[in-house]
């Protein structure tokens, strides 16, 4: 299931990444049997079942691994379980709105997008391989790319009429949250790392620090610091010369930290010893703390006030959608 819910979670995140809907199963889903299965919920006669919503709590899941702690994700069963069902009626009001407004993608959209969500998958064969393993068919694809911007062109639809956020919306958004715009002290450096093992000798470390001070040496008569990256880093900087990019505190391990926000631009330490190893750390650039002015920030600002605006409309246009249906859950004969 895990594959068949990685790619429809590409498809949800490319195809409608501002509203969240559910990215699960097209006409190719309704299509699967249900015999023997568990109807859940009937929404305007379109009936769900335990199969659809147990698709749907894997993308969730997928979605929160990595972003909460497992033991957390293991005690919110109830509450995904709850999500799916609600994702899945949204999706089918959805889907059936865009029945009655006659909303028709070309061959050509569909084409264009379904090329961006294999583009999310690095290449053509992990693509494919991914489709086998799911079971998912090329066909069964073009439909959930279809489905997906059909309902991308409803909802704008929905919302293009909208009106705009005013300046001094904007500038209240800014004046507000200003420690949103305020951007700490980094440091960009490169550093050449060598790597010492839990299982390394007294010798070995000996040899290694050796090693490391021979490198130090030819750097401070001359040699080049990248070229000594690329040639002796255990790191995998030094396919980039060594270039770690830039950090701010509490991104590296205290020692590191505390020598590389010691120097000044273009300095190189001595020898640093980190829980990694040895290293010898280059400064290359420092930014001091800031605040993004007003004027930089006012695009990015005016961006999220309308998306966060359009989302509340169509949090709106589904609240709506879910009073007029007639949604029945087979244990009991209310209806939503």
Known sequence: MYSRVLILCVIAALVLPSFGCSGNSGEE???????GDVLVVTVNGRELYENEIDKEEGRIRTQLTGRVPMEQLEGMSEV???QAVNNMINRVLLQQAA??????????AVKERAEQVKSGFGSEDVFKEQLEMSGLTEAGFQQEVELAL????LLDEKTNNLEGMGESDVRGFYDSNIERFKKPEQVQASHILIAVEES???ADKAAKRQKIDSLLAEIRTGADFAELAT??????SKTRGGDLGSFGRGQMVKEFEEAAFAMDAGEVSGIVETQFGYHIIKVTGR???STVPFEDAKADILAYLDGQKKQQAVGAFIDSLRVEATIVYPDTTAAE
């Open 80 to 82: 995904i379980r709850q």
């Open 29 to 35: 889903d309704a299509a699967l049997s249900t015999e």
């Open 200 to 202: 390394d000798t007294e």
């Open 99 to 108: 029945d009655r407004a006659k909303i028709e993608i070309s061959e050509e």
């Open 150 to 153: 059909r309902i991308e062109a």
């Open 231 to 236: 040639q002796h880093s255990s790191c995998p």
């Open 287 to 289: 930014e001091a703390a």
